[in-house]
């Protein structure tokens, strides 16, 4: 089992920055990618942002490209999402995920953290 936990979250005006954080626990040592998912009111969980956890590669959902920045911290088992300029659309419950394999989907979930833009 892996454990999650986010923070972070909170109210911003648009253009501003906030900075998610997801710490990890349990058994992580197989994880593979770790990512940010979100989900508006009345709208599908979606992907925002992945980081493969050994090499570091990184990709982006192309709404968010050039203002959202995913990152890791190796040894406090933590991920990141720092958001700048953003905007109302990004308002949504965020959540941290895990990938355990290459070729297994995101299995384990924190329990969000919900960030607000308002214009």
């Known amino acids: 089992q892996v454990q999650l936990v986010e923070s972070g979250g909170g109210l911003v005006q648009a253009g501003g920055s906030l900075r998610l954080s997801c710490a990890a626990s349990g058994r992580t040592s197989s994880r593979y990618a770790m990512g940010w998912f979100r989900q508006a009111p009345g709208k599908e969980r979606d992907f925002v942002a992945g980081i493969i956890w050994s090499g570091g590669n990184t990709y982006y959902a192309d709404s968010v490209k050039g203002r959202f920045t995913i990152s890791r911290d190796i040894a406090n088992n933590t991920v990141y999402l720092q958001m700048n300029s953003l905007k109302p659309e990004d308002t949504a419950v965020y959540y941290c995920?895990?990938?355990?394999?290459?070729?297994?989907?995101?299995?384990?979930w924190g329990q969000g953290t919900q960030v607000t833009v308002s214009s």
């Open positions: 995920a895990v990938r355990l394999g290459v070729f297994s989907a995101y299995a384990y």
